[in-house]
Every structure is written in structure tokens, then in C-alpha cells.
């Protein structure tokens, strides 16, 4: 069970943190990874960390922007955003994958479980 918090309503060129709790999905057998989605579109990749944090990949979109951690002491998945704008509203979703389909991590059909999703709103 994923279950992310930490969305809400910002101004454009602001910051949120996003968490993701993990429980079972935080050994390493697993990589973690966001994705969003905007109405009317498509899921999208967002960012997607190892286990150990060696590695981590982010969609051209957000690179620069956004950061992606996770503290698996804590069973934590964490998406630092910063320079929000508007393009960036959607509803954020966390997702587990296996870890030897690291090669496959930006694709959406790759992970195995997903959160519910937390509402991220910019305003202009």
C-alpha cells in the first residue's frame, strides 16, 4: 500500500514536498517512482530513485526542478518541487517497480503498485 500526502494549491514559483509512504516497497528488490496526471492527459513519468540512491531519472520536464529521495529507514519516498508553474498541475502518483526493470523505470507499465494520488494545484 502506497500512499502519498503533501499536495495542495501554490503559486507559480513556489515549492512543495511530496511524501510517499511505503511500507513492503522500500527493500531492495524494489526502485520507486512518480508519475502524474493532468485532466484529460495521459499518466506521465515524473522521477524514479533506486534503492540505494545510486541512480535516480527524471522526465526532461521536470529536471532542474525537481528532486527525487527516499529514506528507507523510514519506508519514505519524498519529490521535492521547486519553480512550480502551472504545466505542473496534476495529480501526483507513487509507484513501486522490481528492480530488474530499472532499464524500464519511465515507463509507466513497469511498476507493480501505485498510491491514490495527491492533487497538485499552480496557480499563475
Known amino acids: 500500500q502506497l500512499v502519498e500526502s503533501g499536495g495542495g494549491l501554490v503559486q507559480a514559483g513556489g515549492s512543495l514536498r511530496l511524501s510517499c509512504a511505503a511500507p513492503g516497497r522500500t527493500s531492495g528488490r524494489y526502485f520507486m517512482g512518480w508519475f502524474r496526471q493532468a485532466p484529460g492527459k495521459d499518466r506521465e513519468f515524473v522521477a524514479a530513485i533506486t534503492f540505494s540512491s545510486s541512480s535516480t531519472v527524471y522526465a526532461d520536464s521536470v529536471k532542474g526542478r525537481f528532486t527525487i529521495s527516499r529514506d528507507n529507514d523510514k519506508k519514505m519516498v519524498y519529490l521535492q518541487m521547486d519553480s512550480l508553474n502551472p504545466s505542473d498541475t496534476a495529480v501526483y502518483f507513487c509507484?513501486?517497480?522490481?528492480?530488474?526493470?530499472?532499464?524500464?523505470?519511465?515507463?509507466?507499465?513497469?511498476?507493480?503498485?501505485w498510491g491514490q494520488g495527491t492533487q497538485v494545484t499552480v496557480s499563475s
Open positions: 509507484a513501486a517497480g522490481p528492480r530488474y526493470k530499472w532499464a524500464d523505470a519511465m515507463v509507466k507499465a513497469t511498476y507493480e503498485d
